[in-house]
């Protein structure tokens, strides 16, 4: 079953069990696919699993844009709303690595790649980025690179 599939089904079911925060968010996800369907120039209608993925991190990472913005703002309310709404997106996205995972990930990576200086964090992050694009955060992955080159 396609991500949309199992979306336009939740979707009924929010509506159902009156849910307006999850009903919310998943019309947006449907709003996201429907225009990278849609987009002109596309050879396919059918987005690939990758796709799916990347609409749903970058909402995600958005989202979080926004939650951290109202946290700093005093706004409960709509960092309430927001945080709400990460919470249903990432129910769609594979299981995200702990800290302990990632790190031990990136250093197989630096070794790998042979990296020892900081001025090798461009190649470590070519790799690290592509072999866990989905299960960690660009944003943490940085970071963590550039503490362990350091």
Same mark, same amino acid.
């Given at each position: @079953?396609?991500?949309? +599939?199992? #979306? ?24 996201? #696919? ?6 002109? /120039?596309?050879? +396919? ?5 990758? *796709? ?6 970058? +909402? ?7 939650? *951290? ?8 309310d709509l960092l309430e709303k *927001? ?32 990296? +020892?200086?900081?001025?090798?964090? /461009?190649?470590? @992050? /070519? ?9 960690? *955060? /660009? ?12």
């Open positions: @079953m396609s991500l949309k +599939s199992t #979306i336009d089904a939740d979707i009924k079911a929010a509506m159902l069990a009156k849910q307006p925060d999850k009903l919310l968010a998943l019309r947006d996800i449907k709003k996201l #696919i429907l225009e990278e369907e849609t987009k002109p /120039g596309r050879s +396919s209608a059918e987005l690939t699993p990758d *796709e799916e993925m990347r609409i749903l991190q970058k +909402s995600v990472k958005q989202r979080k844009d926004s939650a *951290e913005i109202f946290e700093k703002q005093g706004r409960a *927001e945080q709400a709404q990460i919470a249903v997106i990432e129910a769609y996205l594979p299981k995200q690595l702990s800290e302990e995972e990632l790190k031990t990930k990136v250093q197989e990576i630096i070794v790998r790649v042979g990296a +020892s200086a900081p001025s090798d964090m /461009g190649k470590v @992050m /070519g790799v690290a980025t592509k072999e866990l694009a989905g299960i960690a *955060e /660009g944003k943490a992955i940085s970071a963590l690179v550039k503490a362990l080159l350091a």
